[in-house]
């Protein structure tokens, strides 16, 4: 797009049957909280945190699973049994064919079976079913899991709540530079208005032979450059614009209007609670508890382990007891006494991670107590110079004022007009500029003390 193009879009954008809507300050937070799409990833990150205990909690509870199965097999067999003897008289004395040699009196009679049994021990279509129960009774290792498990959701939900933070804090930069950067057009439009007119007049005094060439030649200059800086100043603000309605996940279709500066709660610089109101601080001591948990749920290992297990078996084949049916208990110890030195490795290993824990838990908390310092002076810096801009502002409007009036009685010439209307306007820009930067300021003293997450930004469950 063409810089005339771009121009014409932007006049169009200001008709007054066309302008867009204004979003307040605290209308951005409340949007923020339910359009932008990297806290709904970080929320949908977090549920998927909170599943860690049912996880965790699914090896303590009963496991209950059932099976069936078919087998087509090539043979059938099945096998004979006697149930029932009888005695009978053969008619003859005999001996054991079994034993000829063996000591004893012959005798007539014979035992004979008098019932059988045929049990089918394997057939061609053979099916089978069964439901086993497994229940853990006493496992230390698995308790200490349960555990981490929890702090782990802790960890995860203060996380959350800190990069919720930090993006509402993004766009609320946002919006404090595109409301500075809107005053910043205000200035550039007043300007050029001036630049404009002096234009007219220079071209009018040029016209009358008051004035030479030089000094319209100068003001054109001047309208064209002011013209520039127009332009660049709203290409700033859409652009800011721009940035905004993407964290917010809507179209660039609206408006800012200037905030108030944040108002500062008493004991502010209050360090300690400070550090206790970060989440991050406080997700850096849990994840001191998770990794002391870990280590642990290592030495736990070293435990014996107790589980009870059940099953209930069906066959289409009955075997030799005669029942499609039948059902077992188990009680069962599990005792690893010797596991190649893994849990040695992993005690060692878990015991690093408490030292890398409690050092960064110490870090988050000098960082924090560094960062509302550092934010506390900058405020008082902004302040100060805030106070020099609105000082120079005065200045420079008192001496454009007498300027003027001096050019209108002949005593001053054009180029002394030029210049302090360039500095009026480089000192109401620069006032601009030092409003949002102790606005600003405030803000990042409100993020360092964990004071930046206003109430009624939070979304409705």
């Given amino acids: 797009m063409n810089p005339l193009a771009l121009v014409a879009l ?50 303590y509870l009963p496991q209950i699973t059932a099976g069936a199965s078919y087998t087509r097999n090539s043979d059938e067999a099945n096998i004979t049994l006697p149930v029932g003897f009888t005695v009978r008289d053969v008619g003859a004395p005999t001996s054991d064919p079994a034993a000829p040699d063996l000591p004893g009196t012959p005798t007539n009679l014979a035992v004979i079976p008098s019932e059988v049994i045929t049990a ?77 007119a002096r234009e007219k007049d220079a071209q009018v005094a040029f016209d009358v032979g008051a004035q030479p060439k030089v000094a319209l030649l100068r003001a054109q200059i001047d309208k064209a450059r002011g013209e520039q800086d127009l332009v660049r100043a709203r290409n700033s603000y859409a652009s800011t614009l721009q940035a905004l309605a993407t964290l917010l996940n809507e179209p660039a279709a609206f408006d800012v209007v200037v905030p108030e500066e944040p108002v500062l709660p008493e004991g502010i610089e209050d360090l300690e609670r400070a550090v206790q109101e970060r ?59 010797w596991d190649g030195g893994l849990r040695e490795a992993e005690l060692r290993e878990s015991s690093a991670k408490v030292a890398e824990a409690k050092a960064n838990a110490s870090a988050a908390e000098n960082r924090v107590r560094d960062e509302v310092r550092r934010a506390v002076l900058d405020l008082v810096s902004a302040r100060a110079n805030r106070l020099k801009a609105e000082r120079q502002v005065q200045l420079a409007r ?3 004022r007498l300027v003027d009036v ?19 306007a480089a000192a109401e820009t620069g006032f601009v500029g030092e409003t949002l930067n102790a606005s600003l300021a405030a803000l990042r003293v409100l993020k360092a003390a964990g004071r930046f997450a206003p109430p009624s930004a939070q979304p409705e469950e």
């Fill in 10 to 59: 932007i006049a169009l954008a200001a008709e007054p049957g066309t302008a867009p809507r204004t979003l307040t300050f605290q209308e951005v937070l409340t949007r923020m909280e339910t359009q932008n799409l990297e806290l709904q990833s970080a929320r949908a990150r977090l549920a998927q945190a909170q599943e860690l205990s049912a996880k965790a909690w699914s090896g």
């Fill in 120 to 196: 089918p021990i394997q057939r061609f279509n053979q099916l089978g079913a069964q439901i086993q129960l497994n229940q853990t009774l006493i496992a230390p290792a698995l308790c200490l899991a349960i555990k981490s498990a929890r702090i782990a959701e802790d960890v995860a939900a203060l996380n959350v709540e800190s990069a919720r933070r930090e993006l509402l804090f993004a766009a609320a930069q946002l919006y404090f530079g595109a409301a500075g950067l809107k005053q910043a057009v205000i200035v550039q439009e007043r300007l050029l208005e001036v630049q404009t």
């Fill in 279 to 337: 989440p991050e601080v406080t997700a850096a001591r849990r994840s001191v508890d998770l990794a002391e948990a870990g280590r642990s749920g290592v030495k736990w290992k070293y435990s014996p382990s107790l589980g009870l297990s059940g099953v209930y078996r069906w066959a289409n084949v009955a075997g030799f007891t005669g029942s499609n049916t039948s059902w077992a208990v188990t009680v069962g110890l599990q005792w690893v006494l």
């Fill in 398 to 400: 008192e001496s454009q």
């Fill in 406 to 424: 001096s050019f209108k009685a002949g005593a001053a010439t054009y180029l002394e007009v030029t210049d302090i209307n360039t500095a009026l």
